[in-house]
Structures are given as C-alpha cells and as structure tokens.
Nanobody
Framework: QVQLVESGGGLVQPGGSLRLSCAASRSIFSISAMGWYRQAPGKQRELVAFITRGGSTVYADSVKGRFTISRDNAKNTAYLQMNNLNPEDAAVYYC??????????????WGQGTQVTVSS
C-alpha cells in the first residue's frame, strides 16, 4: 500500500520559516522522484519543487531562493524547507511521488496535504 504522510504545516508570521516533511512508503520512495505541490483557495494546484532519485532539484520561480527540497533516502522522507514566507505562500501543501520524463515531473501518488498559513 502506498502511503505519503505530510507533517509540519501550521501558522507562521510573514518572514518566518517552516519545514514540511513527507514520510513515504519504502516501496515507492526509493524508485520515485518526490515533489511538493500547493493549492490556495480559488487557485489551481501548482508544482512548487521536485527532487529526482539522484538529488537533482527544480523549483518554481516563485519560490526560488526561499524554498529548499531535500530527501533522506535512509528515512524514506522528503522535506520542504520554506524560508522568508509571505502571505502568497499560504496554501495546502501536498507531497507527491512520481517520475521525471520528457514533460518534466509527473505525479503518481498524493498525500493528504498539510495547511500552511502565513499571517501576522
């Protein structure tokens, strides 16, 4: 059974930081690229960042220089370190496992999501 379980969301002030974690089933983590999406109310879900099995990373322009995606293969866990958060970053963040192909990152599975709220 595939499982992706996010944690680490919450309320943070503008300029603050959060680190999201995604614990994945061992069966998929080792063979998958991992990605983080987010969806704000009334907006489409957007890909924030992804990391390949080998550790290469790609970021959306809106988060470059502020967010860092990483993975710990020994723990089957992916992370999203988010710094200098602003209200536009508020959304439900979803972890995903997937593949990288000719069209870039494509997801196979989702987690349940974790809420990030940025407000003073």
């Amino acid at each position: 059974q595939v499982q992706l379980v996010e944690s680490g969301g919450g309320l943070v002030q503008p300029g603050g930081s959060l680190r999201l974690s995604c614990a994945a089933s061992r069966s998929i983590f080792s063979i998958s690229a991992m990605g983080w999406y987010r969806q704000a109310p009334g907006k489409q879900r957007e890909l924030v960042a992804f990391i390949t099995r080998g550790g290469s990373t790609v970021y959306a322009d809106s988060v470059k220089g502020r967010f860092t995606i990483s993975r710990d293969n020994a723990k089957n866990t992916a992370y999203l370190q988010m710094n200098n958060l602003n209200p536009e970053d508020a959304a439900v963040y979803y972890c995903s496992s997937g593949r990288v192909g000719s069209r870039g990152y494509e997801y196979d599975y989702w987690g349940q999501g974790t809420q990030v709220t940025v407000s003073s």
